[in-house]
């Protein structure tokens, strides 16, 4: 039985300036029920966009969320595959989209607080914001994936340390779109060789997205997890990651958390060396067989909040789940979103 949303549901394009000027969107999604909860903000990933939270699956986590009763806002930040393409940093994703983007959710709802879930990169942008003080006005955070302390497999800090400093003396991206055949001689060599190393599956921009994005075969998900509908969708998906976030993930993984590329604007040099300047409540997931980013990212980043804070947070370890199929796979209604839903009930 396909388990669809029980309302019809609008969007509404809200175009916005993030704190520095540049230009981002969100998405608002309403039913014509509306909603009966305060809001919540979706954070996608590197290389994705807002649309990543609505894959062709049965029901996707938006659905879940309206029929919950929430008034969904998907934010598009700068390094969302619908925008510009642009050089950014995690830092000015933390400093400038997140308190822009909860700050216009808060003014156009009329609310005093938000809720947020987030993924990836985007969860670990709002977990800097959040732990710097600067949106004090979220009191709950969905992160999936990894937050404040990136863990990587070994092959793919490897890729970080020694191929990254010889590909962006001309790339100024790795775009996941390679798969197109591209004019030059870099991307082909790579395209070629990435080919030839995943011979898990067909899907180009799969294996693109692991090599770009993890290390595994695949990285990012759990093939048994994906229809085919949703593992033909990625293919239109992923787009550019800058050179820029490669270099202050290397910076992090050095520090052994993440780090940004200079201090400034509320951002602390270490954002671990002291308490949390949030009283959100985090609720940190993971999967098992997470390739992108180790589970024992979460389990660090989970160590710290508690270390400042007893008893307020919580851990998800999801078995049989990856990274991004915590949300793009055709059972994650039945095995995820209800524990998302709990999380931020609770």
Not at 15 to 41: C, E, M, Q, S, Y
Not at 60 to 85: C, F, I, K, Q, Y
Not at 186 to 209: D, K
């Amino acid at each position: 039985m396909r388990a669809t949303a029980r309302f019809r549901h609008h969007d509404e394009v809200h175009f916005i300036d993030a704190g520095d000027g540049v230009a981002i969107t969100l998405i608002r999604v309403r039913t014509d029920a509306g909603p009966t909860k305060g809001p919540v903000l979706l954070l996608h990933g590197v290389a994705m966009r807002a649309e990543s939270f609505r894959p062709p699956v049965a029901r996707t986590l938006v659905d879940a969320l309206l029929d919950d009763g929430w008034d969904v806002w998907m934010l598009n930040w700068r390094g969302s595959t619908d925008l510009d393409p642009r050089p950014w940093t995690l830092d000015d994703v933390a400093l400038h989209d997140v308190p822009s983007a909860v700050r216009y959710v808060l003014a156009q709802t009329g609310a005093s607080s938000l809720r947020a879930v987030a993924h990836c990169q985007g969860s670990t942008a709002l977990s800097m914001a959040a732990v710097s003080g600067l949106v004090p006005e979220v009191d709950v955070i969905v992160s999936n994936g990894v937050s404040l302390h990136p863990v990587m497999p070994t092959f793919a800090r490897v890729k970080l340390h020694t191929l990254r400093p010889l590909v962006q003396r001309t790339q100024s991206y790795v775009d996941v779109p390679w798969r197109d055949g591209p004019e030059g001689a870099l991307p082909r060599v790579t395209r070629n060789a990435v080919r030839m190393w995943h011979a898990e599956c067909g899907n180009a921009s799969c294996n693109m997205a692991s090599f770009a994005l993890g290390s595994g075969h695949p990285a990012l998900w759990r093939h048994a997890n994906l229809d085919a509908a949703t593992h033909d969708w990625v293919a239109t998906e992923f787009g550019r990651v800058p050179m820029s976030f490669y270099a202050q993930l290397a910076a992090s993984d050095r520090a052994g958390q993440v780090v940004p590329i200079r201090a400034k604007g509320g951002l602390p040099v270490r954002f671990t060396a002291t308490a949390p300047r949030t009283q959100a409540r985090f609720a940190l997931f993971t999967g098992a067989e997470n390739r992108a980013f180790l589970p024992e990212s979460q389990r660090k980043t989970h160590a710290y909040l508690e270390r400042h804070q007893p008893g307020r947070h919580s851990l998800t370890v999801l078995r049989g789940y990856g990274h991004a199929d915590v949300f793009l796979g055709a059972r994650a209604h039945i095995d995820v979103y209800p524990r998302v839903l709990a999380e931020l009930n609770a």
